[in-house]
């Protein structure tokens, strides 16, 4: 498995700001994935990491409203620009190892919109 | 119609109990499966994962696949209350994970 971590746990942010959340692992991967999770919904991927290049992100999600970094193999960042009541969400880093079918979550990040 | 089909619950059970959690799909090409835990204010946690058909056991634990029913299970015996949770099946053929949207497990003592 792995050991990761989130930062910030948990957040209440105003309409129209930014919030930059981060993503440490304990170890080198290869991948790594965000996530939204609403509540009564499936956790719907936001993007996929990539080291050393431009995330991938899956329809509905755009980079200009996600922005993701990945300085390198340990870490990366989520942010959620120009907030609005809608984007409220645990949003989830995850990791592969081996495979994008074991992954491996970190606790998330609980965000309000007001 | 969702790729993968979850009741939400609530399931509430006494402790001791066996307890049986489904999810139906509807790709054929899923190929991998696994069921995750989450605990309240908590990310998920992979339990089990399974390759294809069949049953795998892990302690209390089992996850049973039947792909020719595209229907997946996942036995608790003996349940306990730390297995109030909710349990969300996930599954994949090569690329993204598609997740159920979880069962809320409550185990009463």
């Known amino acids: 498995s792995a050991v990761i971590s989130q930062k910030p746990s948990r957040d209440i942010c105003q309409r129209g700001t930014s919030l930059t959340i981060q993503c440490q692992v304990d170890?080198?991967?290869?991948?790594m994935f965000w996530y939204r999770q609403q509540p009564g919904q499936s956790l719907t991927l936001i993007a996929t990491?990539?080291?050393?290049?431009?995330?991938?992100?899956e329809s509905g999600f755009v980079i200009d409203k996600f922005p993701i970094s990945r300085p390198n193999l340990t870490f990366s960042t989520l942010t959620v620009s120009n907030m609005s009541p809608e984007d409220s969400s645990i949003y989830l880093c995850?990791?592969?190892?081996?495979?994008?079918?074991?992954?491996?979550f970190g606790p998330g990040t609980r965000l309000l919109v007001l | 119609q969702k790729e993968v089909e979850q009741d939400p619950g609530p399931l509430s059970v006494p402790e001791g109990a066996i307890v049986s959690l489904n999810c139906t799909y509807s790709n054929s090409a899923f190929q991998y499966f696994m069921w995750y835990r989450q605990y309240s204010r908590k990310g998920p946690e992979l339990l089990m994962y399974t390759y294809s058909s069949g049953n795998k056991e892990d302690g209390r634990f089992t996850a049973q696949v039947d792909k020719s029913s595209k229907y997946i299970s996942l036995f608790i015996r003996d349940s306990q209350p730390s297995d109030s949770a909710t349990y969300l099946c996930a599954m994949t053929g090569a690329n993204n994970l598609f997740f159920g949207t979880g069962t809320r497990l409550t185990v009463i003592p």
């Open positions: 990491a990539n080291q050393g290049s431009e995330a991938t992100y």
């Open positions: 170890s080198q991967v290869t991948m």
């Open positions: 995850s990791v592969g190892r081996g495979g994008r079918e074991t992954q491996y």
